[in-house]
C-alpha cells in the first residue's frame, strides 16, 4: 500500500506513479464536502467523486484503473476536509491484490 503524499490547501492537483500508471488527482474543497477527479493519462475516468472515510474512490474495474484509491482518518472516523490532508486525513493508494487480501 502507498500513502500519497498531500498537502493542507484547498485545492491541489498532482500528477503520482501508482503501481505501473500514470494517474493524476485534483481534490477540492467545497461547502458539500471534499472531492477528487481522478484521470489515467489524458483521461479523466472519475471527476466529481466525494471523500467518504474508509470508501473506495474508484469502485468500477470498467473505468481502467489498476488498485483502488480511498482516505482514511488516522484519528477517529470522520470524513475528510482539506485542513486535515496529509495529516489526520491519508490518502491511501492499494493494489487489486492488496485489496482482495483485505476483504
Not at 505501473?20 to 472531492?35: F, K
Amino acid at each position: 500500500m502507498q500513502t500519497i503524499t498531500l498537502q493542507a490547501i484547498k485545492a491541489q492537483e498532482m500528477t503520482v506513479r501508482l503501481g505501473d500508471q500514470s494517474v493524476t488527482l485534483r481534490i477540492y474543497q467545497r461547502t458539500t464536502g471534499l472531492y477528487i477527479d481522478i484521470g489515467i493519462d489524458d483521461l479523466w475516468i472519475a471527476q466529481g467523486v466525494i471523500c467518504i472515510n474508509g470508501n473506495k474512490l474508484v469502485r468500477y474495474s470498467h473505468l481502467g484503473f489498476r488498485g483502488e484509491l480511498f482516505f482514511a482518518d488516522t484519528k477517529g472516523s470522520d470524513d475528510p476536509t482539506y485542513d486535515g490532508l496529509g495529516d489526520r486525513f491519508q490518502l491511501f493508494y492499494a493494489t487489486a491484490e492488496e485489496m482482495s487480501a483485505a476483504a
